[in-house]
């Protein structure tokens, strides 16, 4: 399913989130999540417009989300296992074919940016087969799940602040669909990366690629570096994903990609 469009208007710089303090005890079960949304949109009342505060109460606890996010298991296989199954093969040869269909636009983003097509084409493959499947989860519940949740809950609540202001600005509505974790777009940007590095719609190649590149500069990527393990911009894609399978997967597709004619 197509996410909804993440119009974001320039908004790029490091905004920062401080997770607000939960009255309500963090669960993991459904069973304390009702209370636990309640408890927080009290507390948030007087930060967010009441069309962010509706909107988190209408979300629901997410138990496909939980359910992936205890069962990521692929990032623990070696890189040739992981590439089998994420199908780094069939990824390289159609990145080749858009590198040329998108040729003037890898071309103005490698002058921006210093960001060649490979990489950027790796990760659109490897998140969503170039736009393909981007999610059939509803963003604000998958969020707000995670943020009550006890695994990881200051990192979503995180996620879950900045999701509520992309609501308030209309960037985001109660209705966004994205994947498991909330990411949203072509590239899956979660909301706290749509809110500071986001450039355009998520759901466009150009919004997608444009705004990846804009992340991946903001993290320390060197015009004309290499990107492979142990080089310059290696750290840049660590940035991307913390699992190393995938940073050796993105480097290795990316550069198949761009040593093709």
Known sequence: MKAVSTMVMGVVGALAFAPVAQAAQCGNSAGGFDAWKASYAREIGGKFSQRAVNALMSTSYAQATINADRGQHSFHLSLPAFCQKRGCSAIAARGKKLKHQ????????????????GPLLAIWGMETGFGAVSGHQNMLSAVATLAYDCRRSDYFTDQLNAALTLVDRGVFSAGTIGSMHGEVGMTQFMPKT???????????????????????????????AGYGPGEPNFGALKEWNAASVYQQAIAKVGAEIDAAP
């Open 102 to 117: 998108y040729s003037a636009l890898f071309a103005q983003i490698e002058s921006t940016y210093g960001v060649p097509p």
């Open 194 to 224: 749509v809110l500071q590095y986001g450039l355009g719609s998520l759901d466009s190649a150009q919004g997608a690629l444009m705004s990846t590149a804009n992340y991946l500069k903001a993290h320390g990527w060197t015009r004309g």
